[in-house]
């Protein structure tokens, strides 16, 4: 036991002076902790908008709840009746930028941004959650279409498989076509 007590010291003493050691043991975690602060750094100062402005021609969006909107966290929107107000609340610093939904915008799905900056990652989803919730007017006819075809295609394609498993186990060894899959075997 003595033996390899010190055969395990001499080990543990040779290793631990090598460059390569030193730089795994202490390099390595200070590597690490340095890209992890460049990337808190980075993304303390992108600039996302605190406030956002809205001006809706469509008179759609009027009734849209921002706080319902499945984006975290949600940024405050503020509506204005035109767009020379948002601008001068832009200007006034009131807001970070606005959003302007034209009157054919359902026909054509343009929309333009305005503020310092283009708008944040963070910002371009709120605006597209903000403009797919009044459009998600689905009937409920299409709901429940949608629920059987998903159940009947669900149960043929049980179906199938179960047919091609014993078809498969009957005729051990042989490939099947897709006549025998389908036709009765």
């Known amino acids: 036991m003595r033996n390899?007590?010190?055969?395990?010291?001499y080990e543990y003493g040779r290793h631990i002076r090598r460059r390569g050691f030193l730089f795994t043991a202490l390099g390595i975690p200070l590597l690490i902790a340095a890209v992890v602060a460049i990337i808190v750094v980075v993304?303390?100062?992108s600039g996302a908008e605190l406030r956002l402005g809205l001006v809706d021609h469509t008179g759609?969006?009027?009734?849209?709840?921002?706080?319902?909107?499945?984006?975290?966290?949600p940024i405050p929107v503020e509506r204005f009746g035109d767009e020379a107000?948002?601008?001068?609340?832009?200007?006034?610093?009131?807001?970070d930028a606005y959003v302007v939904i034209p009157a054919d915008c359902l026909g054509s799905g343009v929309v333009a941004a305005f503020g310092r900056r283009r708008l944040s990652e963070h910002a371009q989803d709120e605006v597209r959650a903000l403009l797919r919730l009044p459009l998600a007017d689905i009937p409920a006819w299409q709901i429940a279409a949608s629920l059987l075809l998903l159940a009947l295609s669900t149960a043929g394609a049980i179906l199938l498989a179960a047919r091609?498993?014993?078809?498969?186990?009957?005729?051990?060894?042989?490939?099947l076509s897709i006549r025998e899959m389908l036709g009765e075997a």
């Open 43 to 45: 993304t303390s100062r």
């Open 60 to 73: 759609r969006f009027a009734g849209v709840d921002t706080a319902a909107l499945d984006v975290d966290p």
């Open 4 to 9: 390899i007590l010190a055969i395990a010291r």
């Open 164 to 175: 091609v498993l014993r078809i498969g186990m009957l005729r051990y060894g042989k490939r």
């Open 85 to 95: 107000s948002a601008g001068r609340a832009l200007e006034a610093g009131r807001i």
